[in-house]
């Protein structure tokens, strides 16, 4: 058997064929597929209740580093923004997360934290960082990509419906 499977260059562990390949392997095995997917939405109304703040959790991709006095603000891209004590740059401390979905983009003026949250623009107030406080939000003002947070080999199926609010993700 071993040997037939050496010969015919099948295995019984060969993946099934469920879409196009996107890319293969020096030896023409195809190691990224295209998926279909269905849209999961989030509810505008949903989107504009949920920033909050929370634990600090662990860094996993970072996209942008803001510096504020000694502390640095970092975008988890789609996620929110890890709030870092860098007072001690040897020792830097995780304080909080703070939620904010489809967030990509951050700046700091004064006491304020803007951050986009897919389409809108929220600002933080960030004076007092065991009260941080959503002191306004921009709605509709960025446009609307559907495709934000979709890995490029994930194909959705059907047409996109941004009146049920926006993608998050796929199943």
Request: aromatic share 8%; charged share 20%; proline share 4%.
């Amino acid at each position: 058997v071993v040997s037939m499977s050496f010969a015919t260059g099948t295995s019984q562990y060969e993946t099934t064929d469920v879409g196009s390949c996107l890319d293969t392997d020096v030896n023409g095995t195809c190691i990224e597929r295209q998926q279909v997917a269905s849209p999961v939405y989030l509810s505008y109304e949903n989107l504009r209740s949920a920033v909050k703040v929370t634990a600090p959790r662990s860094l996993t991709s970072v996209s942008r580093i803001y510096l504020y006095k000694n502390l640095l603000f970092a975008n988890e891209k789609n996620e929110g923004i890890h709030i870092i004590d860098n007072s001690v740059p040897t020792s830097p401390q995780r304080l909080a997360f703070i939620e904010i979905p489809g967030n990509t983009e951050i700046a700091i003026r004064e006491e304020n934290l803007y951050a986009d949250s897919y389409i809108d623009l929220v600002t933080l107030d960030v004076s007092n960082l065991n009260d941080i406080i959503e002191i306004a939000r921009e709605e509709s003002i960025f446009p609307y990509n559907a495709l934000q947070n979709i890995p490029s080999n994930v194909r959705l199926a059907g047409t996109i419906d941004s009146s049920r609010g926006v993608v998050v993700s796929y199943r």
